[in-house]
């Protein structure tokens, strides 16, 4: 019996790992497109600024004193609070320690669903923001997109980084450096790829177009996201024998 369970275990694990592996794939795939976007605002913002306003050195460098500023404030005071918000729960001793399994289980995928909406949340901000700094005519709207863009970066990268951190080390323990090198190395391949379409956009169609091509980009990224999260809370066959195979605990 012993070497049973020890059995519909490993298939269980296995299984897991195959279902955390199409994760971390969809979550890289988001985060490429994410990072092609804001690579291509950031390379084009000056030449964008100074087509669009005729903007010169030192208005451009207040403009960038200002993502600055709304970047920090992200980091210092809103990404701390939705992360305290997205907490899991910590377990409340060994009583009932299947159903407080369960019950912490439910807590946790509740927990990363808010998560994910928040990343979901940011790409849409990020899409719409980019749009508007493609569009602006005029200074408010063009601050407001830049705030937006500066927001929803400052809260997406760090997130989706943190769950690539946590999906690599769930896939493979010992090669977890590796992982995480090879999400660094997406990164940058987007450093190099923006840039050079990022200006071609720019000379060829305009800064309206340059915009809608980030805006685009970013709001596709919630397409492998949403893949990454129907792929994370998708239980396989092998691990419902197996959860069902397994004797229920009686309440004392």
Same mark, same amino acid.
């Given at each position: 019996? +012993?070497?049973?369970? /020890?059995?519909?275990?490993?298939?269980?694990?296995?299984?897991?790992?195959?279902?955390?592996?199409?994760?971390?794939?969809?979550?890289?795939?988001?985060?490429?497109?994410?990072?092609?976007?804001?690579?291509?605002?950031?390379?084009?913002?000056?030449?964008?600024?100074?087509?669009?306003?005729?903007? +010169?050195?030192?208005?451009?460098?207040?403009?960038?004193?200002?993502?600055?500023?709304? =970047?920090?404030? &992200?980091?210092?005071? +809103?990404?701390?609070?939705?992360?305290?918000?997205?907490?899991?729960?910590? /377990?409340?001793?060994? *009583? =009932?320690?299947?159903?407080? *399994?369960?019950?912490? +289980? =439910?807590?946790?995928?509740?927990?990363?669903?808010?998560?994910?909406?928040?990343? /979901?949340?940011?790409?849409?901000?990020?899409?719409?923001?980019?749009?508007?700094?493609?569009?602006?005519?005029?200074?408010?709207?063009? $601050?407001?997109?830049?705030?937006?863009?500066? &927001?929803?970066?400052?809260?997406?990268?760090?997130?989706?980084?943190?769950?690539?951190?946590?999906?690599?080390?769930? &896939?493979?323990?010992?090669?977890?450096?590796?992982?995480?090198?090879? @999400?660094?190395?997406?990164?940058?391949?987007?450093?190099?790829?923006?840039?050079?379409?990022?200006?071609? &956009?720019?000379?060829?169609?305009?800064?309206?177009?340059? =915009? @809608?091509?980030?805006?685009?980009?970013?709001?596709? @990224?919630? $397409?492998?996201?949403?893949?990454?999260?129907?792929?994370?809370?998708?239980?396989?066959?092998?691990?419902?024998?197996?959860?069902?195979?397994?004797? *229920?605990?009686?309440?004392?």
């Amino acid at each position: 019996e +012993g070497e049973g369970e /020890g059995e519909d275990a490993a298939r269980a694990k296995r299984a897991h790992v195959r279902r955390m592996v199409g994760t971390l794939r969809w979550t890289l795939h988001a985060k490429l497109a994410f990072n092609i976007a804001k690579s291509i605002y950031e390379t084009q913002f000056t030449q964008h600024a100074r087509l669009k306003f005729e903007y +010169g050195s030192k208005e451009i460098a207040n403009l960038l004193t200002f993502m600055g500023l709304v =970047g920090m404030l &992200v980091n210092a005071v +809103g990404l701390p609070l939705i992360t305290g918000r997205g907490k899991k729960p910590e /377990g409340g001793g060994a *009583k =009932g320690a299947r159903g407080e *399994k369960g019950a912490e +289980g =439910g807590a946790e995928r509740g927990a990363e669903a808010y998560v994910w909406q928040v990343q /979901g949340c940011m790409a849409l901000l990020e899409g719409g923001t980019l749009f508007l700094w493609g569009s602006s005519t005029n200074l408010y709207p063009y $601050l407001t997109s830049v705030a937006g863009i500066a &927001v929803a970066s400052n809260v997406f990268l760090p997130l989706t980084n943190a769950a690539v951190a946590s999906q690599a080390a769930a &896939v493979a323990p010992g090669a977890l450096g590796e992982l995480i090198g090879f @999400s660094g190395a997406l990164d940058n391949v987007a450093r190099v790829l923006s840039p050079l379409i990022g200006s071609w &956009v720019l000379d060829r169609y305009g800064t309206r177009a340059v =915009g @809608s091509l980030a805006g685009a980009l970013a709001v596709y @990224s919630t $397409l492998p996201l949403a893949a990454a999260f129907r792929a994370k809370n998708r239980t396989t066959e092998v691990e419902v024998e197996v959860e069902a195979s397994r004797p *229920k605990d009686k309440d004392a």
